[in-house]
């Protein structure tokens, strides 16, 4: 299987939001507006691509009997990183989502991956995989950001120069005074959005399934 094709299986065929179904707690928790999902999906992608590329080079070394410990510290140690990189150059940002970049260790999509690829395959295609996967994490959580800042807050892009200090004029209103529908920030909201965009992507990138009971007619090239 080539890099691109590995790539593009990450994001779409095995995107961990709307295919497998993981890191569903942060999505829901974290996704009230853009510049969280933003944060959120560069430390969760920083973990990743760290963690995979670390456990693959090291794979011949890991005894089979402390695998998930020593996957777990080293996800661990790169979620630790993670964390003081924020409170050094992004800490206002990090107050909002503290809790959510420090539990990064417990997520199942990055664990998931280790075990399933990373621990098995080479340093190369590990960290394709692990791109793919952070790239398909990052547009479901940035796609519910924006949607549920859209609609609870009529903004997008608020509070960006929070995580990229120096910046400014990055909020966009599309309401004169700023408000929408407040459910939409809620957690019932959450929930409600969650179901409606997940279902729309599993319709829109949902192969068809063959029928095992289509025969050819002769003279056809199926």
Request: overall charge positive.
């Amino acid at each position: 299987m080539s890099h691109a094709t590995t790539f593009s299986h990450a994001v779409i065929e095995r995107n961990p939001a709307w295919a497998q179904l993981l890191g569903l707690c942060p999505l829901l928790a974290v996704s009230t507006s853009v510049v969280n999902a933003v944060a959120l999906a560069l430390a969760s992608a920083f973990v990743l691509l760290g963690a995979n590329v670390c456990i693959s080079s090291i794979r011949r070394w890991i005894p089979g009997y402390a695998r998930l410990p020593c996957f777990v510290l080293i996800i661990a140690t790169f979620t630790t990183c993670s964390v003081l990189l924020m409170q050094a150059y992004a800490f206002e940002m990090y107050l909002r989502i503290a809790l959510f970049v420090q539990i990064i260790v417990t997520n199942c999509m990055i664990l998931g991956r280790i075990e399933a690829f990373a621990s098995k395959q080479s340093p190369g295609r590990a960290l394709v995989d692990a791109a793919g996967t952070a790239v398909g994490f990052a547009i479901a959580l940035i796609v519910m950001g924006a949607v549920r800042e859209l609609i609870g807050r009529g903004t997008l892009f608020a509070g960006m120069e929070l995580l990229f200090p120096g910046t400014h004029g990055w909020q966009l209103s599309v309401s004169s005074n700023n408000q929408g529908l407040l459910l939409a920030s809620l957690p019932p909201g959450a929930f409600i959005i969650a179901g409606l965009l997940l279902g729309s992507a599993n319709a829109l990138f949902r192969r068809p399934i063959p029928d095992a009971n289509h025969r050819p007619r002769a003279g056809t090239i199926n």
